[in-house]
């Protein structure tokens, strides 16, 4: 779906804002002068406006009017300060699109005074256009709205729509977490070169075209990744030495323990936004 003549305003600029602001302006999605961006910080409002040509608001409720989708960017500690002030400024015909971790659609509902809502879990890759996100919609979402959603999601990389919110939770376990997962795997094998001996420049160019090239190999070659697995591991070889080590230190295990962890944090944020919400609705 274009976008062309549609407004949209990003309540905080930050990076994943930035990520957003860039890819859609790369795919001439949107031109920069249908793109509001707010946040407190005067210089940070400035940066954006010089390097992307956008209009910066130091008010949200000035950025999010007239805005076809609102795009909540902000810290989930900074969120319900945001709902305060936007509340009762958005009109029905009015998408929220909110990538905030943790706070579930019925918080920013009760928050907001307003339904039509998504909630989506964009990841680190979006930065570079290769990321992945998971979005959820409403009921009170139109059909046309669902298409805005993916249109914007879609300029970060991979959009995937879910059947229910928790798998947006389960999600923010997975690949809103997951780089972090990458990254310390890399890290580690980037250290453990240099203990062989490699200069850390050669480690880590070895081990970034490994990550790079084996992720791209297992989406074109569409095997279970048990079965790659197998390919390169071969009877009493160096993979199957390697691996048996990985396993005797349960490295399986510990992994799932991390993701369950990412998980229960999603939703005691999320609880925790609901949490203040209800107390800044009761004052």
């Known amino acids: 779906m274009s976008l062309s003549g549609r407004r949209l305003a990003f309540i905080g600029g930050g990076t994943m804002a930035e990520a ?14 249908r793109i509001g961006v707010s ?3 005067r210089e940070r409002r400035a940066d954006l406006v010089k390097r992307f040509g956008v209009k910066a608001h130091a008010s949200n409720a000035e950025a999010a009017k007239g805005a076809h989708v609102v795009v909540l960017s902000v810290k989930p500690q900074v969120l319900p300060t945001v709902m305060r002030e936007l509340n009762g400024k958005l009109t029905t015909d009015q ?42 919609a409403t009921a009170a979402v139109s059909s046309e709205q669902r298409d805005l959603a993916r249109a914007i999601l879609g300029a970060l ?27 310390l795997l890399m890290e580690a094998l980037v250290d453990a070169a240099v203990h062989l001996g490699f200069s850390r420049r050669v480690a880590e160019e070895l081990v970034l075209r490994t990550v790079e090239g084996s992720a791209l190999f297992a989406r074109r070659s569409e095997r279970h990744l048990a079965e790659l697995r197998n390919m390169v591991t071969s009877p009493g ?7 048996y080590q990985l396993e005797k230190g349960g490295l399986r ?14 939703r005691e944020l999320g609880e925790a936004a609901e949490k203040r919400t209800t107390e800044s609705e009761s004052r």
């Open 20 to 33: 957003m602001v860039r890819g859609l302006l790369e795919k001439h999605l949107v031109p920069p002068s």
């Open 39 to 41: 946040g407190p910080r």
């Open 95 to 136: 998408l929220v699109l909110s990538i905030v971790a943790g706070p579930t659609t019925r918080s920013l509902a009760s928050g907001l005074g307003h339904t039509a809502i998504v909630r989506a879990m964009p990841n680190t890759p979006a930065q570079v256009g290769m990321g992945v996100t998971a979005w959820w």
């Open 157 to 183: 990389g991979e959009e995937l729509s879910v059947s229910s919110e928790d798998e947006i939770d389960m999600a923010t376990a997975i690949s809103g977490t997951g780089p972090s997962y990458v990254f």
């Open 237 to 243: 070889g160096t993979s199957a030495s390697a691996l």
């Open 253 to 266: 295990t510990v992994l799932s323990k991390a993701v369950y962890a990412a998980y229960q944090r999603t």
